[in-house]
Nanobody, 127 residues
């Protein structure tokens, strides 16, 4: 059964850090591009990072470069999102997603390009 399960969310103070994990089963992360999205209350789902199947290429929106880092561990079949310098605007439900097509090229993550999703993990940043 193919499944993505996020964990690591929670509460953090402004300026703090969190690391999200996405445990994958039923397929190999070295065959697909993987991405993280987030959705804040009342807003649409926003792509925050992507990593290609090789792990050599990563994408971040300009607004998040330097604060968020996506990585993966093929042996553990797990994708990570390290978040630092957290701000209140980072408060959202964060989702892990798998590309529709294997070995897909990456760019700004778009929901239409990702066909499998986790259940999400809540991140709340407040003082």
């Amino acid at each position: 059964q193919m499944q993505l399960v996020e964990s690591g969310g929670g509460s953090a103070q402004p300026g703090g850090s969190l690391r999200l994990s996405c445990a994958v089963s039923g397929f190999s992360v070295d065959n697909y591009a993987m991405a993280w999205f987030r959705q804040a209350p009342g807003k649409g789902r926003e792509g925050v990072s992507a990593i290609d199947s090789s792990g050599e290429n990563r994408y971040y929106p300009d607004s998040l470069k330097g604060r968020f880092t996506i990585s993966k561990d093929n042996a553990k079949n797990t994708v990570y999102l390290q978040m630092s310098g957290l701000q209140a605007e980072d408060t959202a439900v964060y989702y892990c997603a798998r590309s529709v097509h294997p070995f897909a090229r990456i760019g700004l993550p778009r929901t239409d390009d990702y066909g499998m999703w986790g259940q999400g993990t809540q991140v709340t940043v407040s003082s």
